[in-house]
Antibody
């Protein structure tokens, strides 16, 4: 059974940093691209970043470029999102998602339960 | 960004057939996927590649379309289908539709 378990969310002040983690199990982690997708309270879904299967390529939405960094440790089957210079508009539940295959394009086949990040003073 | 437009809400009776539409601002070929999200839960993949049923998803769900116009059909609708349904395109950087909230009468 595929499982994705996020951690690291919480309350943080504007301008500060936070690092999210996603522990994966139930599949060969190194075979699949992974992504972060967020959802502001009572709002829709918004793609944040994707990393391909071996970590050699990463992709970001414009509003987080230069502030967020997606990375992975295939030996630990873990995905990360380093979030710097946080803004109030980054407040959301952050979901870890596994893509359908190794490359960055495609569908989000499995989702974690999400971790809430609140940016507020 | 490719903008995806969905109707905000629908209300149907159990046993009826419902179609949920998604229109893209530019052609995405068949790079369209559908998700179901129930309150307090994470999204769940239903359909990928416009018309392919994800494993384990009931055959009551089906998808169609290509280019800019896509449809998710549920036939027949059951009480458990109460949820918000999102479309997502993968032709460009991923974008999602605003979601269609399905309520049962």
């Amino acid at each position: 059974e595929v499982q994705l378990v996020e951690s690291g969310g919480g309350l943080v002040q504007p301008g500060r940093s936070l690092k999210l983690s996603c522990a994966a199990s139930g599949f060969t982690f190194s075979d699949y691209a992974m992504a972060w997708v967020r959802q502001a309270p009572k709002k829709g879904l918004e793609w944040v970043a994707t990393i391909i299967y071996d970590g050699s390529s990463t992709y970001y939405r414009d509003s987080v470029k230069g502030r967020f960094t997606i990375s992975r440790d295939n030996a630990k089957s873990t995905l990360y999102l380093q979030m710097d210079s946080l803004r109030s508009e980054d407040t959301a539940t952050y979901y870890c998602a596994r893509l359908g295959y190794y490359s960055a394009d495609g569908w989000f086949a499995y989702w974690g339960q999400g971790t809430l990040v609140t940016v507020s003073s | 960004d490719t903008v995806l437009t969905q109707s905000p809400a629908l209300a149907v009776s159990p046993g009826e057939r419902v179609t949920i539409s998604c229109r893209a601002s530019e052609s995405v070929s068949t790079g369209m996927h559908w998700y179901q999200q129930k309150p307090g839960q994470q999204p769940k993949l239903l359909i990928y590649g416009a018309s392919n049923l994800e494993s384990g998803v009931p055959a009551r769900f089906s998808g169609s379309g290509s280019g800019t116009d896509f449809t998710l059909t549920i036939d027949p609708v059951e009480a458990d289908d109460t949820a918000t349904y999102f479309c997502q395109q993968s032709w460009n950087d991923p974008t999602f539709g605003g979601g269609t909230k399905l309520e049962l009468k």
